[in-house]
Nanobody, 124 residues
Framework: QVQLVESGGGLVQAGGSLRLSCAAS????????MGWFRQAPGKEREFVAA????????YYANSVKGRFTISRDNAKNTVYLQMNSLRPEDTAVYYC?????????????????WGQGTQVTVSS
């Protein structure tokens, strides 16, 4: 098993930046593919970004492509989400997720382990 703890959320003005972190503990971090999802009030949880076990491949939702960057540091057991050019529609609770085998990168059901979430609020 792996335990995930997100941090770095907060309130930022439109056009600003935030960096989210997800610290993992438990089994070998490098054996997990990692993803970020978000959920806005009244909406379903949606895929944001994902990164391969080694960090060599990344995937992004079209809505964040070119603005967000996912990365991981296996030596620090941490995955990051750098968010630039933030928009009010990016406001949501952001969740870190993990699994050793991923059947579909964009499906929340493909991830077995989840953090508690961190709130990101973008003001206009």
């Amino acid at each position: 098993q792996v335990q995930l703890v997100e941090s770095g959320g907060g309130l930022v003005q439109a056009g600003g930046s935030l960096r989210l972190s997800c610290a993992a503990s438990g089994r070998a971090f490098s054996s997990y593919a990692m993803g970020w999802f978000r959920q806005a009030p009244g909406k379903e949880r949606e895929f944001v970004a994902a990164v391969y076990w080694s960090g060599s491949m990344t995937y992004y939702a079209n809505s964040v492509k070119g603005r967000f960057t996912i990365s991981r540091d296996n030596a620090k057991n941490t995955v990051y989400l750098q968010m630039n050019s933030l928009r009010p529609e990016d406001t949501a609770v952001y969740y870190c997720a993990a699994n050793t085998v991923i059947s579909s990168w964009q499906e929340a059901g493909a991830y077995d382990y989840w953090g508690q979430g961190t709130q990101v609020t973008v003001s206009s």
